[in-house]
């Protein structure tokens, strides 16, 4: 009797690691090979014909893919995935005043607005300024910093998309000794009111405004009430 020997077949070949938004309608993973057997552990466990990674979570997880060739089934091949938050703004043309409430995988200007660079004229917060087609080692900002707050002057109606990580513990705080107005943006990934973000050190604050309106602590006739998702405000401490 004849016995033919073969090899064992080679693990597939991936793409990794591989980035999605939270909450993203996912597509089946793919790999480069035949009879492909998904788990969720490198060894053991009950293989599947497919895998659609889940994004509900922030975070990291690894999915594990084989392929079987002549009955025999190879190792397995690690795809990471990572779910990241998503951010939208909506920019009008002008002057915008924004923040992020998430920490860019990027934080470079020319990573953060890379959708939408062409359309925009200049960055800048109270320390620093970035203007397109200057020289870079003239432009002081570099970074945009979650939690901050910048205006933007924009050549035309857009949306800013950002992707990163959420801001594990969202606080605003007043600075030590300083009065006057200060630049400060929104942490938090949903509405907040003043009162509740600044807690007892609102009595520190005279107003807070921006381009959609005010605030005055205890005011009766505010147009604005609190943090809001992707807005920046002028703080006014006394």
């Given amino acids: 009797k004849k016995i033919s020997l073969t090899g064992m077949p080679i693990a597939p070949t991936v793409i990794s690691p591989i980035t999605l938004y939270q909450n993203a309608i996912a597509q089946a993973l793919t790999a480069a090979g035949s009879n492909l057997k998904w788990y969720t552990t490198q060894t053991g466990g009950v293989g599947s014909s497919t895998v659609v990674p889940a994004t509900v979570s922030i975070g990291s997880i690894t999915y594990y893919v084989s392929q079987t060739s002549n009955g025999c089934e190879s190792p397995r091949s690690p795809i990471v995935v990572n779910v990241v938050a998503n951010q939208s703004i909506a920019l009008r043309k002008g002057l915008n005043l924004i923040s992020l409430w998430l920490t860019p995988i990027d934080a470079s200007i020319a990573e953060v607005f890379k959708t939408i660079l062409s359309n925009v004229s200049y960055i800048k917060n109270s320390d620093a300024f970035w203007k397109a ?77 921006n381009f959609d309106g005010y605030w005055l602590p205890y005011g009766t006739s505010n147009s604005i009430t609190g943090f809001t998702t992707g807005s920046g405000y002028f703080v006014e401490l006394k």
Avoid: W
Avoid at 158 to 163: D, E, G, K
């Fill in 133 to 209: 087609g200057q020289t870079d080692v003239y432009n002081s900002l570099k970074r945009i910093n979650a939690g901050e707050a910048y205006l933007v002057y924009m050549l035309k109606d857009t949306i800013l998309p950002v992707s990163g990580d959420k801001i594990i513990t969202p606080l605003v705080s007043i600075p030590a000794g300083k009065k006057g107005a200060v630049m400060q943006g929104c942490p938090f990934s949903s509405t907040t009111s003043f009162e509740n973000a600044y807690g007892t050190n609102v009595s520190k604050i005279s107003n807070i405004k």
